[in-house]
Nanobody, 111 residues
Framework: QVQLVESGGGLVQPGGSLRLSCAAS????????MGWYRQAPGKQREWVAT???????NYVDSVKGRFTASRDNAKNTAYLQMNSLKPEDTAVYYC?????WGQGTQVTVSS
């Protein structure tokens, strides 16, 4: 059974940084794309970033130049480095691999 566990969320001031992790178990992730999504209060879940099995990345326009997706296949883990955070980045962040979703980690950007 595939399990994804996110970590690394928290409270950060505008302009700050966080790095989210998504640790997978029950599957070898190296052959799969990994996606990051977020859901802000009162809004629908939105796609944020994808990293392919080959390491290519794509981002929603609102985070381009600020967020970086990466992966460490040896650790079966994906990462989302978030820099220059803005209040509008506040959301619960989820990772996804195929039909499996993590439980989410809260990111709050506030002064």
């Amino acid at each position: 059974q595939v399990q994804l566990v996110e970590s690394g969320g928290g409270l950060v001031q505008p302009g700050g940084s966080l790095r989210l992790s998504c640790a997978a178990s029950g599957v070898i992730v190296s052959g799969y794309p990994m996606g990051w999504y977020r859901q802000a209060p009162g809004k629908q879940r939105e796609w944020v970033a994808t990293i392919t099995s080959g390491g290519n990345t794509n981002y929603v326009d609102s985070v381009k130049g600020r967020f970086t997706a990466s992966r460490d296949n040896a650790k079966n883990t994906a990462y989302l480095q978030m820099n220059s955070l803005k209040p509008e980045d506040t959301a619960v962040y989820y990772c996804r691999m195929n039909d499996a979703w993590g439980q989410g980690t809260q990111v709050t950007v506030s002064s």
